[in-house]
């Protein structure tokens, strides 16, 4: 069972260049920020995020993948190049349902310089208990292959004698349902709202000689769903 490792290489986050023309030293500075060693991770059901381009000049921007868009008002900016100015700017995603991890790169040039930010949206939820695992039988470790991102599942294990436990997750919607028909656990049903949510769970021990498993469905108001399965020992 793979646990995700994200750390696909991303282009350079920062362009500074200097010269000396005699008069004085003058920057020429571009960036987006905030910076990151990796691409940005986003979730299926997210659909905006921000950037700030940081920069001397007059600039512009541009997206690699349809299933992201820029403000046509923030996709370049004027400037004078006297000073440094930031500027913060909204990226739109596409929610994502088609099964795979895909990828798109912002870049930002100023005419002499470019840089940019790859931006990786997940085609799951952003669930972290429990976290996400993958069924693929790729066994590379290449950290830049989605292959080995395949057939993500999230199952919580607990022993037969516990009676509780918990469900986290971020919802980017505007509103998610977290339902369930097993008859011995709780909740049967949570509305949520967007934001970061913990989830407590009661049941009963098993008292049972089988295994058994309440399967828990969390759907977003923007049709993005997971299954959770909740799964107690016998022994």
């Known amino acids: 069972m793979k646990k995700i490792h994200i750390l696909v290489a991303a282009i350079a986050l920062l362009g500074f260049a200097s010269c000396d023309n005699g008069n004085g030293l003058t920057n020429d500075v571009l960036g ?9 991770v986003t ?6 995020d921000s950037f700030t381009i940081v920069s001397t000049k007059s600039w512009n921007t541009s ?3 349809n299933w992201t868009t820029l403000n046509p008002l923030y996709v370049s900016r004027n400037q004078d190049a006297t000073s440094i100015k930031y500027t913060t700017c909204p990226i739109y995603f596409a929610i ?17 310089h470019s840089v ?10 952003n669930i972290t ?10 066994t590379s470790d290449d950290a830049t292959s989605t292959a080995q991102y395949d057939g993500a599942y ?36 949570q509305q949520c709202q967007k934001g970061t949510h913990s989830i ?14 309440a399967i828990y469905t969390l759907t977003t108001s923007n049709g993005i769903s997971n299954i959770i399965t909740i799964v107690q020992k016998a022994k």
């Open 129 to 138: 208990k429990p976290s996400v695992a993958f069924t693929s039988s790729q």
């Open 116 to 125: 940019g930010r790859t931006y990786l949206q997940a085609y799951w939820l």
């Open 32 to 40: 987006i920020y905030p910076l990151s060693t990796g691409p940005s």
């Open 200 to 213: 407590a769970l009661s049941f009963s021990p098993n008292n049972t000689n089988a295994e058994r498993k």
């Open 154 to 189: 999230f199952t919580l294990q607990v022993p037969k004698d516990s009676v509780k436990s918990s469900i986290n997750f971020e919802i980017f919607a505007s509103s998610a349902t977290l339902t369930t028909d097993a008859d011995w656990i709780m909740p049967k049903q």
């Open 63 to 65: 997206v690699t993948a």
């Open 96 to 112: 994502n349902t088609t099964g795979q991890i895909r990828t798109s790169t912002l870049i930002a040039s100023n005419g002499e």
């Open 43 to 48: 979730y299926a059901d997210q659909t905006v």
